[in-house]
């Protein structure tokens, strides 16, 4: 009974200490103290860590890149003020749940672009205006640029797109309709692919 009894207790002690933690996150949000809030979602493409701060989501994660590098990375550049904490992450949260689950077409959240490069941001805004279900190629967003000769900057940029998913560089293909590179792996772009209809066949 005693070690029944000391089990009971280790339980509630760890409860109340989880429920003080959750406590003091929402209290952290609600005085502004948290500049970057972060929080784990599942999907079909693995564990996501999605990034949000005042300006809008600055960071979406795949499962197999190091957390510690990528909140490092935050801490560094946006602020140390990183936590976990729900409420500023249930907007994108539920936009990416309804998104893999086929209802939605289009996000709608804000992206906070302080980790994107110059180049980067030019390349990744021509690349969001790239529609649900459909393609393009490295080199139409070269064009529609204006670098015509810069496909090959335009591949280098979007693998440094910190919001994938949202902003879909899964969406730019190869000129010969190849898949190519992508940040996440290609079994990810095909997923991504296949979920909105547009995967090119396999020649």
Do not use: W
Request: overall charge positive; charged content about 25%; some cysteine.
């Amino acid at each position: 009974m005693d070690g029944l009894k000391r089990l009971v207790d280790a339980t509630a002690v760890e409860a109340r200490a989880a429920a003080a933690v959750e406590a003091l996150r929402h209290r952290a949000a609600q005085d502004g103290l948290v500049d970057v809030a972060i929080a784990e979602i599942p999907s079909p493409i693995g564990s996501l860590l999605v990034a949000v701060t005042k300006r809008g989501l600055v960071r979406v994660a795949f499962e197999d890149e190091d957390r510690d590098e990528v909140l490092e990375h935050l801490a560094a550049v946006v602020s140390p003020r990183v936590l976990a904490s729900g409420g500023p992450t249930d907007e994108v949260r539920r936009e990416l749940d309804e998104y893999f689950a086929g209802e939605r077409r289009r996000f709608e959240v804000r992206v906070d672009r302080r980790l994107m490069h110059p180049f980067a941001k030019v390349v990744l805004a021509a690349t969001a205006r790239v529609g649900y279900g459909r393609l393009a190629t490295y080199g139409q967003i070269a064009q529609r640029i204006g670098r015509p000769t810069a496909a090959r900057a335009v591949g280098a940029a979007l693998g440094s797109n910190p919001v994938p998913v949202v902003v879909p560089c899964h969406r730019v293909i190869g000129a010969g309709g190849s898949l190519t590179g992508y940040g996440g792996g290609l079994p990810r772009k095909q997923a991504l692919l296949a979920l909105e209809g547009s995967l090119p066949p396999t020649r």
